[in-house]
Structure formats: structure tokens, C-alpha cells
Nanobody, 115 residues
Framework: QVQVAESGGGLVQPGGSLRLSCAAS????????MSWYRQAPGKERELVAE????????NYADSVNGRFIISRDGAKNTVNLEMNNLEPGDTGVYYC????????WGQGTQVNVSS
């Protein structure tokens, strides 16, 4: 059964850091690009970062470029999102995502950035 499951969310003060992790199972992890999306209250879901199947290329939303780092570990079948210098605007539910012939989403993990 194909699954992606996020962990690592929580409450952090502005300027702080969090590390999100996504555990993938049930498919050949090395073949697929992996992405993180987020959805803030009242807003549409948006792409935050993506990493290619081999991990050689990454792409970031302008709003997080320079603060977030996406990486993947082929030995553990995980994709991570290191989030630094967090801002209140980063608050939302963060989702792990990939696509083969259909899209797969995790259940999401809540990130709250507040003083």
C-alpha cells in the first residue's frame, strides 16, 4: 500500500527552526520526485519545495527560498524539510506529496509560528 506520512510539526517562535520528515512506503522511492506543500488557513494549497528523484535538483517557492532546505534519504525512504528563520506567514498544514499515475498526499502536519 502506497503511503506517505509526515511528522515533525509543532509550535515555534518567529526566527526559530523546525525539521519535517516524510516517510514513504509501498513504492519505489528512488523513481519519483518528492514535494512539500502547505496550506494556510483560508488559502489554497501551495508548493513549498520539491526534489528530483535522484536528489540532484531542488526547487523552492520564492517565499521560502534561502530559508528552507529539502533533502531526501534513499536508504531510509524519507524526504525532509529543514525550515529556518520561520515567519508567522509560514504557519499552516504541511503535506508530503508525490505523483505517479495519480497524486498521493500525507495526512499533513501542523506548523504554527507565533510568539
Amino acid at each position: 500500500q502506497v503511503q506517505v506520512a509526515e511528522s515533525g510539526g509543532g509550535l515555534v517562535q518567529p526566527g526559530g527552526s523546525l525539521r519535517l520528515s516524510c516517510a514513504a512506503s509501498g513504492f519505489t522511492f528512488s523513481l519519483y520526485n518528492m514535494s512539500w506543500y502547505r496550506q494556510a488557513p483560508g488559502k489554497e494549497r501551495e508548493l513549498v519545495a520539491e526534489v528530483t528523484s535522484a536528489g540532484g535538483s531542488t526547487n523552492y517557492a520564492d517565499s521560502v527560498n534561502g530559508r528552507f532546505i529539502i533533502s531526501r534519504d534513499g536508504a531510509k525512504n524519507t524526504v525532509n524539510l529543514e525550515m529556518n528563520n520561520l515567519e508567522p506567514g509560514d504557519t499552516g498544514v504541511y503535506y508530503c506529496h508525490f505523483r505517479n499515475w495519480r497524486e498521493y498526499w500525507g495526512q499533513g502536519t501542523q506548523v504554527n509560528v507565533s510568539s
